[in-house]
Every structure is written in C-alpha cells, then in structure tokens.
C-alpha cells in the first residue's frame, strides 16, 4: 500500500547528507560512497511506487493513497509501511554497506600489488 514510503523518505535524508557532506568536503569513506545508497533507494521506490501506481493503490487524486480513505485501511498501511517498509530500508541500507566495505578492501588490495608492479 505505502511501503515505498518509507525508503522515499530515507533516500531523501540521504541525498540531503549527501549534499551538505559535499559542500563541506568530507573525505569518509561512506560519504563518498553515498551516491550508490541513493541511486538504490531511489530506484527502488521508484520502482514500488510504479508498481503500486499499477495495482491502483497510488491515485493521482486526494488522499493519493487509497488505503487512507477510513481509519481500518489506514492502520493496516501504517502497519505495512513499519513492517515492510522498514525492512526493505534497512535490507537496502546493508547491502549498501557491505559494497562499500567490499569495494574499499578490494581497493587497498590492489593499492600494494600496483606499488610492487611498478617497482
């Protein structure tokens, strides 16, 4: 019903950490990184919204969702969006994690072997 919700509005804190850590000039790792977590939650949320488009559960009039037209469908959605929502934020958050870390030991490994390569 809503669960796009929840990674939009993570991708949107992101981008605005992404934005203000780029005007400050932050060299961690994560920062830097940062645009890989956005394009994921963006794409994603853009991809569940469509599909909840789809399924007509996203209007283009007031309430927009359609689960929040009576207080039962309402309960249900909020209950979607901190159970399934929060799970696909937090799965996507890990993930991005993970590459970041993957990436940035792939990165010191090959830092020695070029330095021993052109010695």
Do not use: R, Y
């Amino acid at each position: 019903m809503a669960c796009f919700l929840v990674p939009t509005t993570e991708a949107i804190v992101t981008t605005v950490i992404k934005h203000a850590a780029d005007k400050k000039g932050s060299d961690n790792i994560f920062i830097k990184k940062m645009n890989w977590l956005n394009t994921m939650l963006w794409g994603g949320s853009a991809l569940l919204a469509f599909e909840h488009v789809w399924h007509g559960e996203v209007t283009p009039w007031f309430p927009f969702l359609t689960a929040a037209q009576n207080a039962e469908d309402a309960a249900e959605m909020l209950h979607e969006m901190m159970t399934s929502g929060v799970a696909m934020a937090i799965l996507v958050t890990l993930a991005w994690v993970v590459m970041v870390l993957v990436a940035q030991a792939v990165s010191k490994k090959k830092a020695p072997a070029q330095a021993k390569a052109k010695a």
